[in-house]
Structure formats: C-alpha cells, structure tokens
C-alpha cells in the first residue's frame, strides 16, 4: 500500500499521508516516500499548487512513529531526524505555494510538516502542538526555526517549552493558521484557495514566493533586490504580454505558465 498517494487535478497536487491507522505518522519508509513524491512535484511543470493533508478524519499527522523509534539504535533515530529534515526542508523549498489542511491531530512532526507550508488551514477540530519536549526531546524538524519566524519569539518558545496542546481556533488567534473550518468543508475550502491563486499567472506565482521565502531573513535592501530580481524574471514572459492583451481586450487572461 503507497503511504503518501499523490492526485492531481485541475493543476493542484493532493499529496495525503496514507497512514491512517498509525494517524499518520512518519516512518522511515514514508519519509523516503515523501522525499521521492516532492521531488517528482518539484519538476512537474504542470502542478501550479500542492496541498498537503492526512488521511481519515482523526489526524493530519502525530509525527515520529514511535513504534518504530523505540526499536530503532541510535544511529538510525539519527538517521531519521536528518531524513525528516531532508523532506521537510524539501518541502518549504517547494517553488508552488503549499498549502497544510490540517484535518485533525498535528503533533510534533506532523506539526513541523504543516509549518513547512506556505499557508495552514485547520478543520474545527484540529488539535496541534509541538510536544517534543514533553518526550525529553526538542522540535527537531524545523520548529524552532519556523514558529518563532511565523508567530514571534515570546509565544513560540512559551508553546514549545509546555509542550502544549491546542486548538485550532487558538491557532488561528497565534497567527498559525489563516483560517478555521468545518472539517467536512477542509479539502475544498483548500482547493478554494489554490483555485483562486490558478486564476494568477504561474510564473509569478513562484516568483512571488521566492521573493517572499527569500527576503524573510535578510536586511530589508537586500530583500528589495531580490524583489527586483524576482520580478525581472516575469518581464520577458508570454504571460505578461496575455496579461496586458487580456485587459484591454476586457478578457479574463488565458495564463500558459510560459
């Protein structure tokens, strides 16, 4: 059975974690899974906008799989730390906006995989947190790094340090997700929004998020250079010239991702 199945429709990658009986953790099987899925995502010319879920209802993912890691050595919990961090890091470098719909339990890893995305919607009953440190250990597959990016210094360290569980609507409040929904509506509140970025030219899609991803965490002058740069790529595009054509012509663009 494929843990991680990828659908593709209408220009949108639906990559589902296909672990429902384990809520979705991550083995070393289905990082090496992921890894080949995103790869293969990453080079797909035809894929405008990736959405990550769980399967089921009850988890989008609890992370690690602790079965397995309890009868892992050393060298191989070492091993999977660096594999997590591979696909994760894989993932928020991703040129497609992404998008986490977060269906239920998001714990850990399955945590750092949603803040590994661009933007989060969570389903009403979504429960997430990151509780490494209530099992000894720290957020080792991006969450120190991206929460505190995301949310601010103070309350990032308040909710890694207790190890805290919460919910979605507290999420929302942190500035975690940007918006909260009934679970049945979560896959196509999703595609809603993937379909309203389909509506914008695909090169600048990536563009605007290499700069965006890019600037975050430089000077501000040298952000604007890479916004230049960024930009510089969409001039001499088929796209520009249909955008322009398109409105004065009162038409909506036909965008070819050229």
Excluded: W
Aim: net charge neutral.
């Amino acid at each position: 059975m494929d843990q991680i199945i990828v659908e593709i429709k209408n220009h949108v990658a639906i990559v589902k974690i296909n672990r429902e009986e384990s809520l979705n953790a991550f083995n070393y099987e289905t990082l090496i899974e992921l890894q080949n899925k995103v790869e293969e995502i990453r080079i797909n010319s035809d894929i405008i906008v990736v959405v990550f879920i769980g399967s089921g209802e009850k988890a989008f993912s609890v992370g690690a799989d602790l079965k397995e890691r309890k009868n892992l050595t050393d060298e191989q919990v070492k091993r999977n730390l660096f594999k997590i961090n591979e696909v994760f890091n894989a993932i928020d470098q991703l040129p497609q906006p992404t998008i986490a719909a977060m269906n239920g339990f998001a714990f850990g890893g399955g945590m750092e995989l949603a803040l590994a995305c661009d933007i989060r919607i969570a389903a009403q009953e979504a429960v997430m947190g990151l509780t490494e440190t209530g099992l000894a250990i720290i957020p080792g597959a991006g969450g120190t790094q991206r929460l505190p990016r995301l949310i601010g210094q103070a309350k990032a360290l308040e909710l890694i340090l207790t190890a805290r569980r919460f919910t979605a609507e507290e999420a929302l409040t942190f500035g975690i997700v940007t918006k909260v929904v009934c679970r049945k509506d979560l896959l196509s509140e999703s595609l809603a929004l993937a379909s309203q970025m389909l509506a914008n030219g695909p090169i600048a899609l990536k563009q605007a998020k290499f700069a965006v991803k890019n600037g975050m965490n430089v000077d501000l002058n040298t952000g604007l250079q890479i916004e230049r740069k960024a930009y510089e790529v969409t001039l001499p595009t088929e796209d520009r010239i249909e955008a322009l054509q398109a409105f004065a012509e009162k038409r909506k663009p036909v965008y070819k991702g050229k």
